[in-house]
């Protein structure tokens, strides 16, 4: 093998027509010199898409690069050229060596010959149960993403001349050679490839069977840890609203009031009642403190199933901190302290620099943004109002409706933007993990999402006070907003796949191979988890925060939730690109935003329960002045918020046979590097 550096000569003997192959044929697959990663078959695992003007000279150049060794700066991959050199593909696999080098780089936990999970060592790996058998021992998904992790990390050894590029594009020392590719126009996609088998079997399983359960652990196998967190904490979160969907119907049924509410809620006119709308003292009050405890319990019940999925997983030991960095981070070039190894470095002052003087101020000038926008909709609302009052025609009747379509749009507009506004200050920032830039983006967005769907609920309960309108908006936004997010989500890709992409990809089962993986490659790439959790998120603002003024919040998500589950897994499975999924051991930041929604929910409810017409009744009758009064809601305030904390102090986060499984964990990692170190 040559190093990164090579001249561009030299040839890539023509494919087979049989993709699986031996390694060591040298018919197609590059070779492997490892006697232990000679194998009689080669699974395509990644799927590299070219520029169409990529040069021949350039893709030999590329497929040497990611078959060298990586001591001489290549990748140490299986690449296959496709048809020819001149194609504007290439299919990539993994040996095995590069395979468990990657387990042990990225922390991963695996099956030890005892029957218990151990930190992966290569140095130990005869040791580890199925490590001479690759599918067995990595899941799909994982085998992918070490593909992209090898590839990700790709870097110069020298000042190098790419074949068939302009001087313009020369790689530097150091410089990240995937990274340099893209912008040159040379790598215009990469994918992990469908196993059709193995996505028709975990179909049947998922979103065509009858049962409720998900296969999690197929699900994690084929789509990784990210996309199974996900499935896990929408299957978790759903079942627990059962208890909340249950009191909500009860005092729906039993209590007049809410009987009342709910019909003012559904034909939006007032209904003749002796009493006054709003909060009453028995279901309401009962909801409201019911919410504020529930919210609690599910998400450190959640934190006990997840360290457990963690576990099982084999991910509750990640070391990403001591990883390459991540492809679009960039600095000065020196030695890391932790690691030893030459990468570029960036002082972290400058890092929180640039978020204190830029990331700060843009992401509040969108948030005034937000409020002016909410301003303009109830001052547009104002004026229609007096103009129907004035005009009295079907017009000014029409007209009614503008303010809110408006204001949708509006919303709508400055949420694309802040998007791409949000990812540039992130890519600023120039953090060093994957991890760390996720987090911040996520934060960026989750703090927007914050204001631009609770900013007006807030503003009609605490400074409008009204609470009938409050009930009406929550009711119509469960409808509405459900509604909306399965039509976009689901309905409408499924009629793009259908009736535009699907007819273009139509194979047949004698096609060349590679057309079946430029097949995957026509659909639309996976938008990611973004919008799924914020949706989720969104839903447990609205139940946990507001549903004390509306008892049915949490029967409409539950519906919702029940075909959420199912319409979620056929759109991975069917309608997007497979994506490339890094193993993750939690939820990461967005399981901190519903803890922090968890505790907002004390506030909220408890100042809502003051703009009950009972509560503020007893008050006048008893003689309390309003500072009474405040008084008192804050003390409620506090001790409901300490009742949350005992709550989360009393339910463990890891369930006491998980904490002793990674303490052992921990206890043969640090005798296993004592022993090397004796051995040294």
């Known amino acids: 093998m040559r190093k990164a550096g090579g001249d561009g000569d030299g040839e890539t003997a023509e494919p087979p027509n049989d993709w699986t192959a031996s390694a060591t044929a040298g018919l197609g697959w590059t070779k492997v010199s490892c006697p232990c990663c000679k194998s009689e078959l080669v699974e395509p695992l990644v799927l590299v898409i070219l520029g169409k003007k990529v040069r021949p000279e350039t893709k030999r150049w590329l497929l040497r690069v990611i078959g060298a060794p990586q001591g001489e700066g290549g990748a140490a991959l299986l690449a296959h050229p496709g048809e020819d050199a001149s194609g504007d593909i290439i299919v990539l696999s993994a040996p095995r060596c590069t395979l468990l080098k990657a387990t042990e780089e990225l922390g991963l936990c695996k099956m030890y010959r005892n029957g218990e999970m151990e930190a992966f060592s290569y140095n130990d790996r005869d040791n580890f149960k199925d490590s001479d058998n690759m599918e067995a021992f990595l899941t799909l998904a994982e085998r992918q993403y070490v593909v992209k992790y090898e590839l990700d990390g790709l870097r110069a050894q020298k000042d190098l001349r790419i074949p068939g590029l302009p001087d313009g594009y020369t790689l530097h020392h150091r410089d990240n050679i995937w990274r340099k590719l893209g912008s040159a126009g040379v790598i215009v996609g990469m994918l992990p490839l469908h196993n059709p088998d ?64 709910t019909e003012e ?185 914050f204001f631009n769907c609770f900013a007006v609920l807030f503003h009609i309960a605490f400074f409008k006070q009204d609470v009938a309108l409050l009930r009406k908006r929550l009711a119509s936004l469960l409808v509405v907003t459900q509604l909306l997010n399965q039509v976009t989500e689901v309905v409408i890709p499924f009629l793009v796949d259908r009736f535009i992409s699907a007819p273009n990809r139509r194979e047949t089962k004698d096609d060349p191979q590679e057309d079946k993986f430029r097949n995957q490659s026509t659909l639309p790439a996976f938008p990611g988890l973004f919008a799924e959790y914020i949706e989720l998120l969104v839903q447990f603002g609205y139940l946990s925060l ?28 069917k309608l997007f690109q497979k994506p490339f999924s890094p193993p993750a051991a939690n939820m990461h930041v967005w399981q901190i935003a519903f803890e922090v929604l968890s505790f907002v929910s004390v506030v909220s409810n408890c100042w809502l329960l003051l703009l009950s017409p009972w509560l503020q009744n007893l008050c006048r009758e008893g003689g309390w002045s309003s500072t009474n009064v405040l008084l008192v809601a804050v003390l409620v305030e506090h001790v409901l918020i300490l009742v949350k904390v005992v709550l989360s102090v009393l339910i463990p986060d890891k369930p006491d046979w998980v904490q002793k499984k990674m303490e052992h964990i921990e206890f043969t990692s640090m005798q296993a590097l004592r022993e090397q170190k004796l051995h040294c």
């Open 198 to 261: 193995k996505l028709k079997d975990l179909g049947k399983a998922w979103y065509s069977a009858n049962q409720l359960a998900q296969p999690l652990d197929s699900v994690n196998g084929y789509f990784g840890n990210s996309v199974a967190f996900y499935f896990s904490f929408l299957d978790f979160y759903t079942w627990s609203l059962l208890p909340p969907a249950v009191l909500g119907v009860c005092i729906t049924y039993f209590s007049g009031e809410a009987q009342k509410e």
């Open 265 to 449: 809620s559904v034909s939006g006119s007032a209904v003749a009642s002796d009493d006054d709308s709003g909060p009453g003292v028995g279901g309401h009050m009962i909801q409201a403190v019911f919410n504020m405890l529930w919210s609690t319990v599910v998400m450190e019940l959640w934190k006990r199933r997840s360290s457990a999925l963690s576990y099982r997983w084999g991910t509750m030991s990640l070391a990403e901190r001591f990883a390459e960095p991540r492809p679009g981070f960039h600095g000065d070039l020196g030695v890391n302290p932790v690691t030893g190894r030459v990468e570029p470095l960036f002082p972290g002052w400058q890092r929180d620099l640039r978020m204190a003087m830029v990331s700060v101020p843009v992401v509040g000038l969108f948030l005034v943004l937000v409020v002016l926008g909410m301003l303009c909709f109830y001052w547009g609302e104002a004026q229609v109002q007096q103009l129907h009052r004035d005009w009295g025609s079907l017009l000014s009747q029409t007209l009614l409706y503008a303010p809110s379509v408006l204001h949708i749009v509006y919303t709508n507009m400055l949420a694309t933007v802040y998007k791409t506004a949000a990812m540039s200050l992130t890519e600023y920032e120039n953090h060093r993990e994957e991890s760390a830039f996720e987090n911040h983006l996520t934060a960026k967005v989750l703090v927007f999402t």
């Open 546 to 573: 507001f549903s004390c003024v509306f008892p049915l919040t949490a029967v409409l998500l539950l519906l919702n939730n029940i075909t959420e589950i199912r319409t979620d897994a056929y759109k991975i499975c």
